[in-house]
């Protein structure tokens, strides 16, 4: 494999590709530079990232195929020894090297055994094709689902037409009444509209909501949670502070609201989610600029996300599909610990 060849390829517009300007431009550290160790894990560190920017897998795939198929355990056991029970993507090949299923899992080398001793029958035609199980860790389960969905899209494998489908069936919409109240509600996401978050489906949009009216005091009427043309039922219990009767002025009730948007929406905002990485010195990053999902990377040495220009340079670039951002969404909803960093305009 030529590393100068792949990072023509894949990262393209560089002002140079000889080792040297390549490490400097995307932040990556040399130490012992012109001397066999230093620039051998310098050229490591870029293959890795050139790995992580193949969404396509042009890389894996071709090394399969070029490998000689007696160096290819043809026994599903031997296949699972060699597999880390680490969080990552794997990818699924047959005897040509073709990808034929591209999964995510906390833990690669469990779920590979369960595809492997499953008796559905996509879990037996695989069994039947299978000739090579590949993988990336990342470390990040965030990272894992985006790199999955991406990934599938890409490459369209056989064995994942049913994760084709839209991952979401439900979003939370919000509009003003004749009062000038925010109303909020949950709703099938219509593709025509833009939401404040989206689920799942319609029982994890509720539960949202339900946790929402008592995070942030709100009114069940006015989030759809109790249909009455009088007061809410939390207004009976002292709980409500009357949005529903206009008792509470809309400017007071709708200042929570826009908390609660403001938190769970990313339109328009410039951040950095942090994430673990594949090693405990490495942490992952994925950047949102004016409130659109440009890619995701790996770094070791906070100046890599500071300068703009090299975090640009690291990431892997990806879409802003729905998907994504729907998977962006859940996660952050589901971690509260996660580290978001707010970047200037």
Same mark, same amino acid.
């Given at each position: 494999?030529?590393?100068?060849?792949?990072?023509?390829?894949?990262?393209?517009?560089?002002?140079?590709?000889?080792?040297?300007?390549?490490?400097?431009?995307?932040g990556?550290?040399?130490?012992?530079?012109?001397?066999?160790?230093?620039?051998?894990?310098?050229?490591?560190?870029?293959?890795?990232?050139?790995?992580?920017?193949d %969404?396509?897998?042009?890389i894996?795939?071709? @090394?399969?195929?070029?490998?000689?198929?007696? !160096?290819?355990?043809? #026994? $599903? *056991?031997?296949?699972?020894?060699?597999?880390?029970?680490?969080?990552?993507?794997?990818?699924?090949?047959?005897?040509?090297?073709?990808?034929?299923?591209?999964?995510?899992?906390?833990?690669?080398?469990?779920?590979?055994?369960?595809?492997?001793?499953?008796?559905?029958?996509?879990?037996?035609?695989?069994?039947t094709?299978?000739?090579?199980?590949?993988?990336?860790?990342?470390?990040?389960?965030?990272?894992?689902?985006?790199?999955?969905?991406?990934?599938?899209?890409?490459?369209?494998?056989?064995?994942?037409?049913? %994760?084709?489908?839209?991952?979401?069936?439900? @979003?939370?919409?919000?509009?003003?009444?004749? !009062?000038?109240?925010? #109303? $909020? *509600?949950?709703?099938?996401?219509?593709?025509?509209?833009?939401?404040?978050t989206?689920?799942?489906?319609?029982?994890?949009?509720?539960?949202?909501?339900?946790?929402?009216?008592?995070?942030?005091k709100?009114?069940?009427?006015?989030?759809?949670?109790?249909?009455?043309?009088?007061?809410?039922?939390?207004?009976?219990?002292?709980?409500?502070?009357?949005?529903?009767?206009?008792?509470?002025?809309?400017?007071?009730?709708?200042?929570?609201?826009?908390?609660?948007?403001?938190?769970?929406?990313?339109?328009?905002?410039?951040?950095?989610i942090?994430?673990?990485?594949?090693?405990?010195?490495?942490?992952?990053?994925?950047?949102?600029?004016?409130?659109i999902?440009?890619?995701?990377?790996?770094?070791?040495?906070?100046?890599?996300?500071?300068?703009?220009?090299?975090?640009?340079?690291?990431?892997?670039?990806?879409?802003?599909?729905?998907?994504?951002?729907?998977?962006?969404?859940?996660?952050?909803?589901?971690?509260?610990?996660?580290?978001?960093?707010?970047?200037?305009?």
């Amino acid at each position: 494999l030529c590393t100068v060849e792949l990072s023509q390829q894949l990262i393209p517009d560089m002002e140079s590709y000889s080792l040297g300007k390549l490490a400097r431009a995307l932040g990556i550290p040399v130490s012992d530079r012109h001397r066999a160790n230093g620039d051998a894990m310098a050229t490591v560190k870029l293959f890795k990232m050139l790995l992580n920017k193949d %969404l396509e897998k042009v890389i894996i795939k071709d @090394a399969i195929q070029v490998e000689k198929k007696s !160096n290819i355990p043809g #026994n $599903l *056991k031997n296949i699972i020894e060699e597999l880390p029970s680490d969080t990552g993507v794997y990818y699924i090949h047959n005897e040509k090297g073709e990808i034929i299923y591209i999964g995510k899992s906390n833990n690669i080398k469990k779920r590979i055994t369960q595809h492997f001793t499953g008796t559905n029958s996509k879990s037996k035609k695989i069994q039947t094709l299978v000739s090579a199980v590949t993988y990336e860790k990342t470390g990040s389960e965030l990272v894992a689902l985006l790199k999955e969905s991406e990934e599938i899209k890409k490459n369209k494998p056989i064995f994942n037409r049913a %994760l084709r489908r839209t991952i979401f069936t439900h @979003a939370l919409y919000s509009y003003s009444d004749d !009062n000038g109240y925010i #109303n $909020l *509600k949950i709703d099938k996401a219509d593709g025509i509209e833009s939401p404040i978050t989206t689920f799942s489906n319609r029982a994890s949009g509720k539960h949202f909501m339900f946790k929402a009216v008592d995070d942030y005091k709100l009114c069940q009427k006015l989030t759809g949670l109790y249909t009455t043309k009088t007061s809410c039922f939390k207004y009976d219990v002292k709980e409500c502070d009357g949005a529903c009767i206009n008792e509470e002025t809309s400017e007071d009730y709708n200042k929570r609201v826009n908390i609660l948007i403001e938190k769970h929406c990313y339109i328009n905002k410039n951040m950095l989610i942090i994430d673990k990485g594949r090693t405990i010195a490495e942490k992952s990053v994925i950047l949102i600029e004016n409130g659109i999902f440009k890619g995701l990377g790996f770094f070791d040495l906070n100046h890599q996300i500071t300068n703009k220009d090299v975090l640009h340079s690291l990431l892997t670039p990806m879409s802003n599909n729905r998907d994504n951002q729907h998977i962006i969404q859940s996660y952050i909803r589901r971690n509260k610990r996660i580290k978001i960093i707010e970047l200037n305009q």
